[in-house]
T-cell receptor, first 114, second 112 residues
Framework: DAGVIQSPRHEVTEMGQEVTLRCKPISGHNSLFWYRQTMMRGLELLIYFNNNVPIDDSGMPEDRFSAKMPNASFSTLKIQPSEPRDSAVYFC????????????FGPGTRLTVL | KQEVTQIPAALSVPEGENLVLNCSFTDSAIYNLQWFRQDPGKGLTSLLLIQSSQREQTSGRLNASLDKSSGRSTLYIAASQPGDSATYLCAVEESSGSRLTFGEGTQLTVNP
């Protein structure tokens, strides 16, 4: 298995532009998580899905952020409009439905908003 | 609100030394606890997961313990190697299928 796949790996954009981050979870995993990592705040959960349904989006910072999971093999995290304070590394993780299994992380997308 | 703290924030040791990383959490009603490793510029790699009913887990030179009642976990690394240099994070899951709350990590450097 290729593991969790994220694209792009790096994104540089200008303030005000729309940014879309993509994630392909491990096949057969039914839970998907989006995290953000910054020096100031560490690793924070933004949103997670079980069986394609958003369960907890309380970590989404504001309405500029939205996430979708149209099917079991794909998810997007969109920021519109982007701001410099959104600069961070965004990780996607997946896990099987079994409660005792660990989460598997993708390599992350490093986002820089100028 | 669950809070996870890791001590120390950074640690530098000579190769071959045994070491302990500490993790504490404020709400002892956790479902499981997971230790991760993060290399610079990379994602997180799961090292060990301890279920709430367990006391410890071992994988190679790594041993993680869990004391729910005191809200503590330790990661023991035996015979450290330069390749162990990385940031180690612990995270707790409060209920089945819920969010992970992460500590800020311990940055470990093992000097040859």
């Amino acid at each position: 298995d290729a593991g969790v796949i994220q694209s792009p790996r790096h994104e540089v954009t200008e303030m005000g532009q729309e940014v879309t981050l993509r994630c392909k979870p491990i096949s057969g995993h039914n839970s998907l998580f989006w995290y953000r990592q910054t020096m100031m705040r560490g690793l924070e959960l933004l949103i997670y899905f079980n069986n394609n349904v958003p369960i907890d989006d309380s970590g989404m910072p504001e309405d500029r952020f939205s996430a979708k999971m149209p099917n079991a093999s794909f998810s997007t995290l969109k920021i519109q409009p982007s701001e410099p304070r959104d600069s961070a590394v965004y990780f996607c993780a997946s896990r099987p439905t079994s409660s005792y299994n660990e989460q598997f992380f993708g390599p992350g997308t490093r986002l820089t908003v100028l | 609100k669950q809070e996870v703290t890791q001590i120390p924030a950074a640690l530098s040791v000579p190769e071959g030394e045994n070491l302990v990383l500490n993790c504490s959490f404020t709400d002892s009603a956790i479902y499981n606890l997971q230790w991760f490793r993060q290399d610079p510029g990379k994602g997180l790699t799961s090292l060990l997961l301890i279920q709430s009913s367990q006391r410890e887990q071992t994988s190679g030179r790594l041993n993680a313990s869990l004391d729910k009642s005191s809200g503590r976990s330790t990661l023991y690394i035996a015979a450290s190697q330069p390749g162990d240099s990385a940031t180690y994070l612990c995270a707790v899951e409060e209920s089945s299928g819920s969010r992970l709350t992460f500590g800020e990590g311990t940055q470990l450097t093992v000097n040859p």
